[in-house]
């Protein structure tokens, strides 16, 4: 989607003081290192390097905004947080940056929502599930939530379908979708809702005559279903 092609860098900070003041919906993107967060920012926005992608994971340690919106004008914001879990990382920064996330996603005002990055072949880890769990409270106010599975390529089509049907029992009633950036598998269709998240009333609208137009179709599950059914050996082999 174009609105997300406009995504420019807006600053970085190592501390939660240290960030501006945003009034506009933000958005954070959380996720283990290794769980491909900068290539699906960069893929998401159709930019080589807004996100940096670093070959050893779990050395960036800043909360880096980009804006998103026309020339002069931002409507939204993309939080990029530090990954986490990393076993390179001392242990005192491990603690230290599990904090700030903890801290900033509980109280950062303007957050709108929440995209959790998980490799699907790992599925959601217990770090995943405490982080979670910490912010579950905004959650039940009202903040959205995306748990994004990344990696999909590496997986069949039967097993994309197995494990998205995990880890929406494990979501708890937060989004769950399927991301490569390899195939683009998924881009059109997160960046569809990270701008409905940030744009309630028009994202509404919209929403409303997508489902007019597709009134009686297949909803997602049937044709992950379907897919899934397809790729499964037959009882022959």
């Known amino acids: 989607m174009g609105w997300m092609h406009t995504a420019r860098f807006l600053t970085t900070a190592a501390q939660l003081h240290h960030l501006p003041d945003i009034t506009v919906p933000e958005i954070a993107f959380v996720g283990r290192s290794n769980a491909g967060k900068s290539t699906c920012i960069n893929t998401l926005t159709q930019q080589k390097q807004l996100a940096f992608a670093s070959k050893k994971p779990g050395r960036t340690?800043?909360?880096?905004?980009?804006?998103?919106?026309?020339?002069?004008?931002?409507?939204?914001?993309?939080?990029?947080?530090?990954?986490?879990?990393?076993?390179?990382?001392?242990?005192?920064?491990?603690?230290?940056?599990?904090q700030v996330m903890v801290n900033y996603l509980r109280s950062r005002q303007g957050l709108t929502a929440i995209v959790?990055?998980?490799?699907?072949?790992?599925?959601?880890?217990?770090?995943?599930?405490?982080?979670?769990?910490?912010?579950?409270?905004?959650?039940?106010?009202?903040?959205?939530?995306?748990?994004?599975?990344?990696?999909?390529?590496k997986l069949t089509r039967a097993e994309q379908a197995k494990v998205l049907s995990i880890t929406r029992l494990q979501a708890g009633g937060g989004e769950v979708k399927m991301f490569s950036a390899l195939k683009k598998q998924?881009?059109?269709?997160?960046?569809?809702?990270?701008?409905?998240?940030s744009h309630p009333v028009e994202?509404?609208?919209?929403?409303?005559?997508?489902g007019d137009a597709t009134q009686g179709g297949d909803t997602e599950a049937d044709a992950e279903a379907d897919d899934a059914d397809r790729d499964a050996p037959s009882s022959s082999n």
């Open 186 to 197: 998924g881009v059109d269709e997160v960046a569809q809702l990270l701008w409905q998240w």
């Open 61 to 98: 340690q800043h909360i880096n905004l980009f804006a998103l919106g026309k020339q002069g004008v931002t409507d939204a914001v993309l939080a990029d947080l530090p990954g986490y879990g990393y076993a390179a990382v001392s242990r005192s920064d491990k603690q230290r940056w599990q």
């Open 116 to 153: 959790l990055l998980c490799d699907p072949r790992l599925g959601l880890t217990e770090l995943d599930e405490a982080l979670l769990e910490a912010v579950r409270p905004r959650v039940e106010a009202g903040l959205k939530f995306l748990v994004l599975l990344t990696k999909a390529d």
């Open 203 to 210: 994202g509404s609208t919209a929403a409303a005559a997508a």
